[in-house]
Protein backbone atom coordinates (compact mmCIF):
# COMPACT_ATOMS: atom_id res chain seq x y z
CA UNK A 1 0.00 0.00 0.00
CA UNK A 2 1.18 3.64 -1.14
CA UNK A 3 1.22 6.31 1.64
CA UNK A 4 1.53 9.86 1.12
CA UNK A 5 3.84 12.04 3.31
CA UNK A 6 4.58 15.63 3.43
CA UNK A 7 8.16 14.71 2.85
CA UNK A 8 7.86 11.41 0.26
CA UNK A 9 6.00 8.65 -0.53
CA UNK A 10 6.40 5.57 1.58
CA UNK A 11 5.35 2.30 0.82
CA UNK A 12 3.88 -0.41 3.22
CA UNK A 13 3.74 -3.57 1.90
CA UNK A 14 0.30 -5.50 1.39
CA UNK A 15 -0.55 -9.07 2.17
CA UNK A 16 -0.73 -11.63 -0.41
CA UNK A 17 -3.91 -12.56 -2.37
CA UNK A 18 -3.62 -15.96 -0.69
CA UNK A 19 -5.61 -14.57 2.28
CA UNK A 20 -8.60 -14.11 0.61
CA UNK A 21 -11.49 -16.31 2.03
CA UNK A 22 -11.90 -20.34 1.19
CA UNK A 23 -15.30 -21.38 0.77
CA UNK A 24 -16.44 -24.60 0.55
CA UNK A 25 -19.99 -26.23 0.96
CA UNK A 26 -21.38 -30.18 1.46
CA UNK A 27 -24.19 -29.41 -1.10
CA UNK A 28 -24.41 -29.77 -4.81
CA UNK A 29 -24.82 -26.99 -7.06
CA UNK A 30 -24.94 -24.06 -4.19
CA UNK A 31 -22.65 -21.33 -5.36
CA UNK A 32 -19.59 -19.91 -3.41
CA UNK A 33 -18.68 -16.42 -2.81
CA UNK A 34 -15.65 -15.22 -1.41
CA UNK A 35 -16.77 -12.12 0.87
CA UNK A 36 -19.17 -14.57 2.53
CA UNK A 37 -20.22 -17.88 3.54
CA UNK A 38 -23.10 -17.54 0.40
CA UNK A 39 -23.67 -16.28 -2.52
CA UNK A 40 -27.43 -15.81 -2.60
CA UNK A 41 -28.13 -12.63 -4.38
CA UNK A 42 -31.29 -11.89 -2.04
CA UNK A 43 -31.92 -8.51 -0.26
CA UNK A 44 -30.73 -8.70 3.31
CA UNK A 45 -33.47 -8.99 5.92
CA UNK A 46 -32.95 -7.17 9.29
CA UNK A 47 -34.14 -9.27 12.23
CA UNK A 48 -33.67 -12.48 14.02
CA UNK A 49 -30.97 -13.70 16.78
CA UNK A 50 -28.06 -15.44 15.40
CA UNK A 51 -26.83 -18.24 17.73
CA UNK A 52 -23.16 -19.18 17.27
CA UNK A 53 -21.60 -21.98 19.64
CA UNK A 54 -17.70 -21.00 20.39
CA UNK A 55 -15.26 -23.26 22.64
CA UNK A 56 -14.18 -21.05 25.46
CA UNK A 57 -15.54 -18.62 27.71
CA UNK A 58 -13.56 -14.96 26.49
CA UNK A 59 -12.73 -13.99 30.31
CA UNK A 60 -11.77 -10.36 29.31
CA UNK A 61 -13.53 -8.25 27.04
CA UNK A 62 -10.95 -5.24 26.89
CA UNK A 63 -9.02 -4.92 23.53
CA UNK A 64 -5.45 -4.52 24.61
CA UNK A 65 -5.31 -7.28 28.00
CA UNK A 66 -7.45 -9.75 25.77
CA UNK A 67 -5.85 -12.81 24.74
CA UNK A 68 -8.08 -15.42 23.83
CA UNK A 69 -9.59 -15.59 20.25
CA UNK A 70 -13.01 -16.64 21.66
CA UNK A 71 -13.02 -12.77 23.45
CA UNK A 72 -11.51 -11.13 20.00
CA UNK A 73 -14.86 -13.02 18.39
CA UNK A 74 -16.85 -10.92 20.62
CA UNK A 75 -15.03 -7.77 20.69
CA UNK A 76 -15.13 -7.22 17.28
CA UNK A 77 -18.51 -6.49 17.49
CA UNK A 78 -18.40 -4.21 19.84
CA UNK A 79 -15.46 -1.97 19.20
CA UNK A 80 -14.43 -0.48 16.09
CA UNK A 81 -10.59 0.04 15.11
CA UNK A 82 -8.96 3.48 13.18
CA UNK A 83 -8.27 1.33 10.36
CA UNK A 84 -9.18 -2.49 8.64
CA UNK A 85 -7.45 -4.20 6.50
CA UNK A 86 -8.75 -5.90 3.21
CA UNK A 87 -8.64 -9.78 3.63
CA UNK A 88 -8.02 -9.85 0.04
CA UNK A 89 -4.96 -7.90 -0.89
CA UNK A 90 -3.76 -6.66 2.82
CA UNK A 91 -4.22 -2.99 2.07
CA UNK A 92 -5.08 -0.92 5.16
CA UNK A 93 -8.15 0.89 4.77
CA UNK A 94 -10.51 3.78 6.28
CA UNK A 95 -12.59 3.09 9.37
CA UNK A 96 -12.91 5.52 12.09
CA UNK A 97 -10.18 7.52 10.46
CA UNK A 98 -11.27 8.39 6.85
CA UNK A 99 -7.62 8.90 5.83
CA UNK A 100 -4.20 9.27 7.26
CA UNK A 101 -0.62 10.51 6.54
CA UNK A 102 2.90 9.31 7.18
CA UNK A 103 5.80 10.76 7.68
CA UNK A 104 9.39 10.11 5.86
CA UNK A 105 10.32 8.10 8.42
CA UNK A 106 7.44 6.19 9.91
CA UNK A 107 7.92 8.15 13.41
CA UNK A 108 4.93 10.69 13.08
CA UNK A 109 1.27 9.17 11.98
CA UNK A 110 -1.19 11.66 11.84
CA UNK A 111 -5.34 10.50 11.22
CA UNK A 112 -8.30 12.02 10.22
CA UNK A 113 -11.21 11.19 12.26
CA UNK A 114 -14.76 10.73 10.55
CA UNK A 115 -17.55 12.72 11.96
CA UNK A 116 -20.41 11.46 14.02
CA UNK A 117 -19.28 8.33 14.91
CA UNK A 118 -19.88 7.99 19.08
CA UNK A 119 -19.27 5.30 21.67
CA UNK A 120 -22.20 3.11 23.19
CA UNK A 121 -22.46 5.64 26.06
CA UNK A 122 -22.95 8.66 24.10
CA UNK A 123 -19.11 10.47 24.02
CA UNK A 124 -17.41 10.99 20.53
CA UNK A 125 -15.13 9.03 19.20
CA UNK A 126 -12.57 12.08 18.55
CA UNK A 127 -8.81 12.66 18.79
CA UNK A 128 -8.70 12.93 22.89
CA UNK A 129 -10.44 9.30 22.80
CA UNK A 130 -7.58 8.17 20.51
CA UNK A 131 -5.10 9.93 22.84
CA UNK A 132 -6.65 8.05 25.84
CA UNK A 133 -6.80 4.53 24.56
CA UNK A 134 -2.61 5.00 23.46
CA UNK A 135 -1.81 6.31 26.79
CA UNK A 136 -3.77 3.38 28.65
CA UNK A 137 -2.24 0.92 26.27
CA UNK A 138 1.40 1.97 27.48
CA UNK A 139 0.43 2.57 31.10
CA UNK A 140 -1.08 -1.01 30.82
CA UNK A 141 3.06 -2.40 30.28
CA UNK A 142 2.67 -6.30 30.31
CA UNK A 143 -1.16 -6.50 31.09
CA UNK A 144 -1.77 -5.75 27.43
CA UNK A 145 0.67 -8.77 25.86
CA UNK A 146 0.10 -7.72 22.28
CA UNK A 147 -0.88 -4.15 22.27
CA UNK A 148 1.87 -2.54 23.78
CA UNK A 149 4.40 -4.13 21.58
CA UNK A 150 2.83 -2.60 18.76
CA UNK A 151 3.30 0.82 20.84
CA UNK A 152 7.22 0.46 21.23
CA UNK A 153 9.05 3.92 21.83
CA UNK A 154 5.97 5.62 21.89
CA UNK A 155 6.33 9.29 23.06
CA UNK A 156 2.66 10.23 23.10
CA UNK A 157 -0.43 11.56 21.03
CA UNK A 158 -0.97 15.26 20.36
CA UNK A 159 -4.73 16.17 20.06
CA UNK A 160 -4.22 18.77 16.40
CA UNK A 161 -8.38 19.34 17.00
CA UNK A 162 -11.38 17.35 17.79
CA UNK A 163 -10.92 15.21 14.15
CA UNK A 164 -7.34 14.63 14.50
CA UNK A 165 -4.85 13.09 16.14
CA UNK A 166 -0.86 12.63 15.84
CA UNK A 167 0.74 9.53 17.24
CA UNK A 168 5.05 9.88 17.14
CA UNK A 169 7.08 7.43 18.78
CA UNK A 170 10.65 7.46 19.18
CA UNK A 171 11.94 6.36 16.42
CA UNK A 172 10.17 4.46 13.19
CA UNK A 173 7.65 1.55 13.88
CA UNK A 174 6.67 0.78 10.37
CA UNK A 175 3.88 -1.76 11.21
CA UNK A 176 2.03 0.40 13.60
CA UNK A 177 -0.93 1.68 10.45
CA UNK A 178 -1.10 -2.35 10.60
CA UNK A 179 -1.68 -2.20 13.80
CA UNK A 180 -4.43 0.40 13.86
CA UNK A 181 -6.55 -2.46 12.14
CA UNK A 182 -5.92 -5.11 14.72
CA UNK A 183 -8.64 -5.25 17.96
CA UNK A 184 -6.21 -5.13 20.58
CA UNK A 185 -6.22 -1.76 18.97
CA UNK A 186 -9.42 -1.16 19.06
CA UNK A 187 -11.02 2.30 20.59
CA UNK A 188 -12.66 2.39 24.74
CA UNK A 189 -14.82 5.25 25.49
CA UNK A 190 -12.38 7.79 27.95
CA UNK A 191 -15.23 6.80 30.96
CA UNK A 192 -14.91 3.69 30.90
CA UNK A 193 -10.79 3.29 30.49
CA UNK A 194 -11.07 5.49 34.18
CA UNK A 195 -11.55 1.94 35.64
CA UNK A 196 -9.41 -0.27 37.26
CA UNK A 197 -8.19 -2.65 34.21
CA UNK A 198 -9.67 -5.25 36.09
CA UNK A 199 -13.08 -4.20 36.00
CA UNK A 200 -12.92 -3.41 32.06
CA UNK A 201 -12.84 -6.74 31.30
CA UNK A 202 -16.31 -7.33 32.12
CA UNK A 203 -17.83 -3.70 31.33
CA UNK A 204 -16.75 -3.15 27.61
CA UNK A 205 -17.83 -0.07 26.05
CA UNK A 206 -16.83 0.56 22.48
CA UNK A 207 -18.16 2.43 19.42
CA UNK A 208 -19.38 -0.90 17.45
CA UNK A 209 -22.55 -2.17 15.91
CA UNK A 210 -23.53 -3.97 19.17
CA UNK A 211 -23.60 -3.50 22.78
CA UNK A 212 -23.00 -6.27 25.88
CA UNK A 213 -26.27 -7.39 26.62
CA UNK A 214 -25.85 -10.29 29.16
CA UNK A 215 -22.65 -12.53 30.50
CA UNK A 216 -22.74 -15.56 32.15
CA UNK A 217 -19.29 -17.10 32.49
CA UNK A 218 -18.75 -20.47 30.96
CA UNK A 219 -22.07 -20.57 29.61
CA UNK A 220 -22.62 -17.56 27.06
CA UNK A 221 -21.94 -14.27 25.98
CA UNK A 222 -25.05 -12.13 24.34
CA UNK A 223 -24.22 -8.66 22.43
CA UNK A 224 -27.71 -6.85 21.02
CA UNK A 225 -28.04 -4.17 17.93
CA UNK A 226 -26.73 -0.78 19.04
CA UNK A 227 -29.25 1.66 17.71
CA UNK A 228 -28.11 4.32 14.95
CA UNK A 229 -24.58 3.05 14.29
CA UNK A 230 -23.97 4.63 10.85
CA UNK A 231 -19.82 4.24 10.66
CA UNK A 232 -18.93 0.65 9.15
CA UNK A 233 -15.63 -0.06 8.31
CA UNK A 234 -14.94 1.03 4.29
CA UNK A 235 -14.95 -2.91 3.64
CA UNK A 236 -18.08 -3.29 5.05
CA UNK A 237 -21.12 -4.00 2.86
CA UNK A 238 -23.30 -1.23 4.33
CA UNK A 239 -22.87 1.48 6.61
CA UNK A 240 -25.89 1.70 8.80
CA UNK A 241 -26.80 -0.18 11.78
CA UNK A 242 -26.36 -4.10 11.98
CA UNK A 243 -29.21 -6.40 10.34
CA UNK A 244 -29.33 -9.11 13.33
CA UNK A 245 -30.76 -8.19 16.65
CA UNK A 246 -28.71 -10.24 18.72
CA UNK A 247 -26.20 -12.40 18.63
CA UNK A 248 -25.79 -15.13 21.28
CA UNK A 249 -22.18 -16.75 21.88
CA UNK A 250 -22.94 -19.78 23.55
CA UNK A 251 -20.53 -21.50 24.78
CA UNK A 252 -19.41 -25.30 24.15
CA UNK A 253 -16.21 -26.26 25.27
CA UNK A 254 -16.45 -29.89 23.83
CA UNK A 255 -16.36 -30.87 19.94
CA UNK A 256 -18.50 -33.70 19.74
CA UNK A 257 -21.27 -31.62 21.56
CA UNK A 258 -20.39 -28.17 19.54
CA UNK A 259 -21.22 -30.53 16.22
CA UNK A 260 -24.56 -31.47 17.50
CA UNK A 261 -25.83 -28.32 18.30
CA UNK A 262 -25.81 -26.98 14.92
CA UNK A 263 -26.12 -30.62 13.27
CA UNK A 264 -29.57 -30.00 15.36
CA UNK A 265 -30.45 -26.53 14.64
CA UNK A 266 -29.80 -25.39 18.16
CA UNK A 267 -27.31 -23.20 16.91
CA UNK A 268 -26.98 -21.28 13.50
CA UNK A 269 -22.70 -21.57 13.15
CA UNK A 270 -20.21 -22.88 15.26
CA UNK A 271 -16.14 -21.52 15.33
CA UNK A 272 -13.16 -23.99 15.61
CA UNK A 273 -14.74 -26.39 13.77
CA UNK A 274 -12.11 -29.87 14.43
CA UNK A 275 -10.59 -32.11 11.57
CA UNK A 276 -13.43 -34.93 11.68
CA UNK A 277 -16.14 -32.63 12.18
CA UNK A 278 -15.07 -30.40 9.13
CA UNK A 279 -15.33 -33.67 6.75
CA UNK A 280 -18.84 -34.24 8.03
CA UNK A 281 -19.91 -30.88 7.00
CA UNK A 282 -18.13 -30.69 4.02
CA UNK A 283 -20.15 -33.68 2.44
CA UNK A 284 -23.72 -32.70 4.72
CA UNK A 285 -24.97 -29.89 3.48
CA UNK A 286 -23.68 -27.27 5.62
CA UNK A 287 -21.19 -24.44 4.88
CA UNK A 288 -17.86 -24.27 6.08
CA UNK A 289 -15.83 -21.18 5.99
CA UNK A 290 -12.31 -21.24 6.20
CA UNK A 291 -8.90 -19.13 6.21
CA UNK A 292 -4.97 -20.27 7.15
CA UNK A 293 -4.35 -17.61 9.96
CA UNK A 294 -1.72 -15.39 9.21
CA UNK A 295 1.17 -15.43 11.68
CA UNK A 296 3.47 -17.88 13.67
CA UNK A 297 2.17 -21.63 12.91
CA UNK A 298 1.63 -24.46 16.07
CA UNK A 299 5.15 -24.95 17.13
CA UNK A 300 6.75 -26.36 20.14
CA UNK A 301 8.57 -23.01 21.57
CA UNK A 302 11.48 -24.89 23.85
CA UNK A 303 12.41 -23.02 27.39
CA UNK A 304 16.09 -22.43 26.53
CA UNK A 305 16.92 -21.75 30.79
CA UNK A 306 15.47 -25.37 31.24
CA UNK A 307 18.30 -28.02 31.58
CA UNK A 308 17.31 -30.91 28.45
CA UNK A 309 16.65 -27.73 25.96
CA UNK A 310 19.45 -25.13 26.94
CA UNK A 311 21.81 -27.18 24.20
CA UNK A 312 20.66 -25.87 20.74
CA UNK A 313 21.78 -29.23 19.13
CA UNK A 314 19.21 -31.17 21.28
CA UNK A 315 16.20 -28.47 20.04
CA UNK A 316 17.51 -28.67 16.50
CA UNK A 317 17.85 -32.80 16.88
CA UNK A 318 13.99 -32.91 17.77
CA UNK A 319 12.94 -30.18 14.79
CA UNK A 320 14.38 -33.15 12.29
CA UNK A 321 12.61 -36.11 14.49
CA UNK A 322 9.39 -34.43 13.48
CA UNK A 323 7.75 -35.80 10.08
CA UNK A 324 5.30 -32.48 9.58
CA UNK A 325 3.67 -34.25 6.41
CA UNK A 326 2.80 -37.15 8.44
CA UNK A 327 0.92 -35.10 11.19
CA UNK A 328 -1.26 -33.19 8.33
CA UNK A 329 -2.19 -36.16 6.40
CA UNK A 330 -2.95 -38.64 9.70
CA UNK A 331 -4.77 -36.47 12.00
CA UNK A 332 -5.64 -32.96 10.06
CA UNK A 333 -7.21 -32.43 7.15
CA UNK A 334 -5.92 -30.91 3.46
CA UNK A 335 -7.15 -27.48 5.24
CA UNK A 336 -4.07 -27.39 7.25
CA UNK A 337 -0.35 -27.37 6.18
CA UNK A 338 2.68 -28.45 6.98
CA UNK A 339 4.59 -25.70 8.22
CA UNK A 340 7.78 -24.36 6.56
CA UNK A 341 9.11 -21.92 8.20
CA UNK A 342 8.47 -20.04 11.40
CA UNK A 343 5.96 -17.47 9.58
CA UNK A 344 2.84 -18.68 8.23
CA UNK A 345 2.46 -18.91 4.13
CA UNK A 346 -0.03 -16.29 4.06
CA UNK A 347 1.85 -13.73 6.50
CA UNK A 348 4.10 -10.97 4.77
CA UNK A 349 7.50 -11.26 4.06
CA UNK A 350 6.88 -15.50 4.60
CA UNK A 351 10.11 -17.08 3.28
CA UNK A 352 10.28 -20.69 2.64
CA UNK A 353 12.40 -22.71 4.94
CA UNK A 354 11.37 -26.33 4.27
CA UNK A 355 14.65 -27.43 3.85
CA UNK A 356 15.88 -26.64 7.27
CA UNK A 357 12.46 -28.46 9.00
CA UNK A 358 13.19 -31.99 6.61
CA UNK A 359 12.57 -34.90 8.51
CA UNK A 360 16.09 -36.09 9.38
CA UNK A 361 16.35 -39.02 11.71
CA UNK A 362 19.49 -39.67 11.19
CA UNK A 363 20.47 -36.31 11.47
CA UNK A 364 18.96 -35.81 14.73
CA UNK A 365 20.69 -39.16 15.72
CA UNK A 366 24.11 -37.73 14.89
CA UNK A 367 23.33 -34.13 16.73
CA UNK A 368 22.14 -36.09 19.86
CA UNK A 369 25.30 -38.35 19.72
CA UNK A 370 27.61 -35.55 19.36
CA UNK A 371 25.98 -33.29 22.37
CA UNK A 372 26.64 -36.90 24.14
CA UNK A 373 23.05 -38.02 24.76
CA UNK A 374 23.59 -42.46 24.43
CA UNK A 375 20.62 -44.78 23.87
CA UNK A 376 19.61 -46.31 27.27
CA UNK A 377 17.80 -49.93 27.61
CA UNK A 378 14.45 -49.05 26.44
CA UNK A 379 16.01 -46.68 23.32
CA UNK A 380 15.68 -43.41 24.95
CA UNK A 381 18.76 -41.31 25.48
CA UNK A 382 20.62 -40.52 28.78
CA UNK A 383 23.26 -38.11 29.54
CA UNK A 384 24.70 -38.44 33.13
CA UNK A 385 22.11 -40.74 34.22
CA UNK A 386 19.12 -37.96 33.53
CA UNK A 387 16.77 -39.45 30.82
CA UNK A 388 16.40 -36.54 27.57
CA UNK A 389 12.81 -36.69 28.40
CA UNK A 390 11.24 -32.52 28.37
CA UNK A 391 7.83 -31.84 29.00
CA UNK A 392 4.86 -30.28 26.96
CA UNK A 393 2.50 -27.99 28.40
CA UNK A 394 -1.01 -27.01 26.13
CA UNK A 395 -3.88 -26.33 26.53
CA UNK A 396 -6.65 -28.56 24.65
CA UNK A 397 -9.46 -25.50 22.96
CA UNK A 398 -8.25 -26.92 19.40
CA UNK A 399 -9.28 -30.71 20.07
CA UNK A 400 -6.45 -32.36 17.65
CA UNK A 401 -3.94 -31.18 20.00
CA UNK A 402 -3.58 -34.26 22.66
CA UNK A 403 -3.46 -36.21 19.24
CA UNK A 404 -1.09 -34.56 17.42
CA UNK A 405 1.43 -33.88 20.42
CA UNK A 406 0.77 -38.02 20.89
CA UNK A 407 1.82 -38.75 17.32
CA UNK A 408 4.86 -36.25 17.81
CA UNK A 409 5.55 -38.51 21.31
CA UNK A 410 5.75 -41.64 19.17
CA UNK A 411 7.98 -39.81 15.97
CA UNK A 412 10.28 -38.84 18.79
CA UNK A 413 10.86 -41.52 20.38
CA UNK A 414 12.82 -43.11 17.12
CA UNK A 415 15.67 -41.22 17.42
CA UNK A 416 15.89 -41.45 21.47
CA UNK A 417 13.49 -38.08 23.10
CA UNK A 418 10.67 -39.25 25.34
CA UNK A 419 8.04 -36.50 25.06
CA UNK A 420 5.92 -35.67 28.18
CA UNK A 421 2.45 -34.40 28.11
CA UNK A 422 1.32 -32.10 30.31
CA UNK A 423 -2.50 -30.79 29.16
CA UNK A 424 -3.71 -28.50 31.11
CA UNK A 425 -6.52 -25.30 31.28
CA UNK A 426 -5.33 -21.86 31.24
CA UNK A 427 -5.15 -21.63 35.24
CA UNK A 428 -2.78 -24.72 35.00
CA UNK A 429 -0.78 -23.56 32.48
CA UNK A 430 -0.02 -19.58 34.13
CA UNK A 431 1.07 -21.83 37.19
CA UNK A 432 3.30 -23.96 35.37
CA UNK A 433 5.07 -20.51 33.81
CA UNK A 434 5.15 -19.20 36.94
CA UNK A 435 6.80 -21.97 38.42
CA UNK A 436 9.28 -22.74 35.90
CA UNK A 437 8.15 -26.41 35.05
CA UNK A 438 7.65 -25.78 31.11
CA UNK A 439 10.16 -27.41 28.53
CA UNK A 440 8.05 -26.70 25.81
CA UNK A 441 5.11 -24.43 25.26
CA UNK A 442 2.57 -25.43 22.53
CA UNK A 443 0.62 -22.85 20.15
CA UNK A 444 0.54 -20.15 17.75
CA UNK A 445 0.29 -16.62 17.27
CA UNK A 446 -1.90 -14.88 14.87
CA UNK A 447 -1.48 -11.24 13.23
CA UNK A 448 -1.16 -10.26 9.67
CA UNK A 449 2.02 -8.40 9.92
CA UNK A 450 5.43 -10.32 10.14
CA UNK A 451 6.24 -8.26 13.64
CA UNK A 452 4.21 -10.96 15.34
CA UNK A 453 7.92 -12.24 15.76
CA UNK A 454 8.81 -9.48 17.53
CA UNK A 455 6.65 -10.09 20.05
CA UNK A 456 6.55 -13.34 20.84
CA UNK A 457 10.52 -13.68 20.41
CA UNK A 458 11.76 -10.44 21.69
CA UNK A 459 13.34 -10.96 25.64
CA UNK A 460 12.67 -7.20 25.79
CA UNK A 461 8.53 -7.89 25.30
CA UNK A 462 7.86 -11.73 26.30
CA UNK A 463 8.68 -13.04 29.37
CA UNK A 464 7.58 -16.21 27.98
CA UNK A 465 10.03 -15.69 24.95
CA UNK A 466 12.27 -18.12 27.38
CA UNK A 467 15.12 -16.77 25.14
CA UNK A 468 18.33 -15.52 26.35
CA UNK A 469 19.30 -11.83 24.79
CA UNK A 470 21.07 -11.98 22.03
CA UNK A 471 21.46 -10.55 18.56
CA UNK A 472 18.26 -11.92 17.46
CA UNK A 473 17.05 -8.56 19.92
CA UNK A 474 18.79 -6.57 17.41
CA UNK A 475 17.16 -8.08 14.20
CA UNK A 476 13.69 -7.82 15.66
CA UNK A 477 13.90 -4.33 16.37
CA UNK A 478 15.39 -3.41 12.60
CA UNK A 479 12.40 -5.24 10.79
CA UNK A 480 9.93 -2.46 12.70
CA UNK A 481 12.29 0.83 11.40
CA UNK A 482 13.09 -0.62 7.74
CA UNK A 483 10.97 1.75 5.54
CA UNK A 484 10.64 -0.23 2.44
CA UNK A 485 9.41 -3.41 1.32
CA UNK A 486 12.25 -5.17 -0.26
CA UNK A 487 14.95 -4.25 3.29
CA UNK A 488 11.92 -5.26 5.95
CA UNK A 489 11.30 -8.18 3.64
CA UNK A 490 15.18 -9.10 3.80
CA UNK A 491 15.61 -8.57 7.64
CA UNK A 492 12.52 -10.21 8.47
CA UNK A 493 13.92 -13.50 6.32
CA UNK A 494 17.07 -13.28 8.71
CA UNK A 495 14.86 -13.48 11.69
CA UNK A 496 13.60 -16.74 10.29
CA UNK A 497 16.91 -18.30 9.34
CA UNK A 498 18.04 -17.51 12.89
CA UNK A 499 15.10 -18.88 14.75
CA UNK A 500 15.13 -22.03 12.68
CA UNK A 501 19.40 -22.80 13.05
CA UNK A 502 19.02 -22.42 16.56
CA UNK A 503 16.05 -24.24 17.32
CA UNK A 504 14.55 -21.45 19.19
CA UNK A 505 11.00 -23.20 17.46
CA UNK A 506 10.03 -26.21 16.33
CA UNK A 507 6.85 -25.52 13.29
CA UNK A 508 4.67 -28.53 13.16
CA UNK A 509 1.82 -27.14 10.91
CA UNK A 510 -0.35 -24.07 10.22
CA UNK A 511 -3.56 -23.53 11.48
CA UNK A 512 -6.84 -22.77 9.69
CA UNK A 513 -9.85 -21.47 11.39
CA UNK A 514 -12.94 -23.21 10.51
CA UNK A 515 -15.89 -22.40 10.72
CA UNK A 516 -19.36 -24.04 10.11
CA UNK A 517 -22.23 -22.35 9.44
CA UNK A 518 -26.23 -23.22 8.39
CA UNK A 519 -27.78 -22.33 5.40
CA UNK A 520 -29.77 -20.03 6.32
CA UNK A 521 -27.27 -17.77 7.58
CA UNK A 522 -25.94 -15.04 4.84
CA UNK A 523 -22.82 -12.41 5.09
CA UNK A 524 -20.82 -14.13 8.02
CA UNK A 525 -17.17 -13.05 7.26
CA UNK A 526 -13.89 -13.28 8.49
CA UNK A 527 -11.57 -10.63 9.25
CA UNK A 528 -7.66 -11.31 8.18
CA UNK A 529 -6.66 -11.97 11.71
CA UNK A 530 -9.88 -14.97 11.32
CA UNK A 531 -11.95 -13.76 13.71
CA UNK A 532 -15.80 -13.13 13.60
CA UNK A 533 -17.52 -10.12 11.33
CA UNK A 534 -21.23 -9.86 11.32
CA UNK A 535 -22.43 -6.39 11.08
CA UNK A 536 -23.55 -7.31 7.49
CA UNK A 537 -24.69 -10.91 8.66
CA UNK A 538 -28.37 -11.52 8.06
CA UNK A 539 -30.95 -14.55 8.42
CA UNK A 540 -33.12 -16.05 5.86
CA UNK A 541 -36.66 -16.83 6.68
Not at 66 to 74: D, I, L, R, W
Not at 210 to 223: A, G
Not at 329 to 347: D, E, M, N, Q, W
Not at 465 to 486: F, I, N, R, W
Request: hydrophobic residues 40%; charged residues 20%; proline residues 6%.
Amino acid sequence: MTVVSPARRVTVRSLPAVLAITLTTGTAGCSTAAGGVSADTGVPRPGGALRIGVSEDPVCLDPPQANFASAVNVMRQLFDSLTDQDPRSGEIKPWLATSWEIDARATSFTFHLREGATFSDGAPVDARAVKANLDEVVKLGAKSLFASTYLSGYKGTTVVDARTARVEFAQPNIQFLQATATTSLALSSPASLARPAADRCRAPVGSGPFVLDRWQTNQSVSVKKRSGYAWGSSLSAHRGEAYLDSVEFRIVPEQGVRSGVLTSGQVDAITDVQPVTERQFRGGGFQVLSRHNPGLPYALYPNTFRPLLGDEAVRRAISKGIDREQVVKVVLTPTYRPATSILTGTTPAYLDQRDRLAHDPAGAAALLDGAGWRPGPDGIRVKDGVKLSPNVYFTTGFNPNTTILELLRQQLRVIGVDLQLRPVDAAGFGAAQKNGLIDFRWGNSTRADPDILRTVFSTKFSAAAYLPPSDLDGELEKQVTALDQAGRAKVVGEIQRIVLDRGYAVPVFELAQVVGVSRRVHGLTLDPSVRLRLLDTWLAR
